[in-house]
């Protein structure tokens, strides 16, 4: 594993205020502002339709702002976009090769948009592939190829034309453990060779990566820090977990409502066979382990980026009669 070189000072690589993207009455993306430095690894979560595909699109400049300001790498949004667009790289999370085309026909494709001769070409794939781990046939047909390799090409696909920034939007979505473990590999790589990296995924060890983590909810930016400052400020007072001894469930009729309803209770939340309840204060464990119900036993608990992401992106559960 190569250990990731981190954020250089200076001009931030993505600049982000005020972003506002609106259809028609709809509000996409709602007064975002952000920073992410050059050779940072920054996540960026929502739940679907959070507006992180929209955000990253604007930053591509495939689509156009209804308000604010961006910079990536330096370049603003334009009529034309060449610019800003020479500057990043876009895998998206719809996989956006010509399965009816060859591995080596959809690269020179690829090469042809983004103005790579045909010398620069054959010298970057072949260090691409390298770098990915691509050593199929460049001639096989990429509609015939499984995911993790057709993953391989879309990456070196992105990174043809050398972009400072990498935008990678859910890159590893339905892909084996193992695929998704040698491209992270990947991108540990590409952050200490000193490109910026940028982006989405719904898990959370791949997230746990990450050197900071945009959280977003209805279009709005809820929260940003490190994997560990978002636990600490989001639990401040800890976690319990709780159990229930077999079968104690069955013989406390209400026990789930008598849990939400112990004093200093703040949350309760299934995970699994076992629960995740926050105390109101780090002084209200002792007395909440004490008052569970016959059978159930609770331990302290380090909170994890799902219980933040549960938590701080997730829309509280509706109340009965709302």
């Known amino acids: 594993m190569s250990p990731a070189a981190g954020p ?24 975002v502002t952000f920073q992410v430095a050059r050779g940072e690894i920054f996540g960026f979560l929502g739940a679907n339709g959070a507006g992180k595909t929209t955000t990253i699109r604007v930053l591509c ?26 500057k990043s790289g876009y895998m998206s999370q719809k996989f956006t090769l010509y399965n009816d085309m060859t591995v080596a026909e959809n690269m020179a494709f690829k090469a042809a948009l983004r103005g790579v001769g045909d010398a620069e070409l054959k010298e970057r794939k072949e260090r691409l592939f390298r770098l990915v781990g691509f050593t199929h046939s460049e001639n096989a047909m990429v509609g ?18 050398e972009p400072e920034i990498i935008f990678l939007d859910e890159p590893t979505a339905g892909v084996a453990p193992e695929a998704r473990a040698r491209f992270w590999a990947i991108i540990r790589d590409l ?24 959280l977003m909810r209805d279009g709005k930016l809820v929260a940003l820090d490190s994997p560990e400052g978002l636990k600490r400020s989001t639990f401040p007072n800890g976690l319990l977990e709780v159990e229930g001894a077999e079968g104690a469930e069955g013989a406390e009729p209400g026990w789930e409502a008598r849990l939400r309803a112990l004093p200093g209770c703040v949350s309760l939340k299934p995970h699994g066979r076992r629960w995740h309840l926050e105390p109101a204060t780090k002084g209200d464990a002792p007395g909440l382990k004490a008052a569970l119900p016959a059978g159930f036993t609770a331990r302290d608990l380090t909170p994890s980026l799902e219980d933040v992401f549960l938590k701080v992106v997730e829309p509280p559960p509706v109340k009965a009669g709302a």
């Open 8 to 31: 250089v000072s200076g001009p931030p690589a993505v600049d982000v205020r005020g972003l506002t993207v609106r259809f028609g009455d709809f509000t996409a993306v709602d007064q």
């Open 61 to 86: 400049g495939l689509l156009r702002p209804t308000a604010g300001e961006i910079r990536v790498g330096g370049e603003s949004f334009h009529d034309d976009n060449h610019a800003l667009k020479s």
């Open 144 to 161: 015939s190829l499984p995911g993790g390799l057709k993953q391989q090409v879309s990456l070196a696909a992105a990174l043809l034309h």
């Open 191 to 214: 952050a200490a060779a000193g490109q910026t990296v940028f982006v989405t995924t719904h898990y959370m060890d791949e997230a746990e990566q990450c050197g900071r983590i945009a």
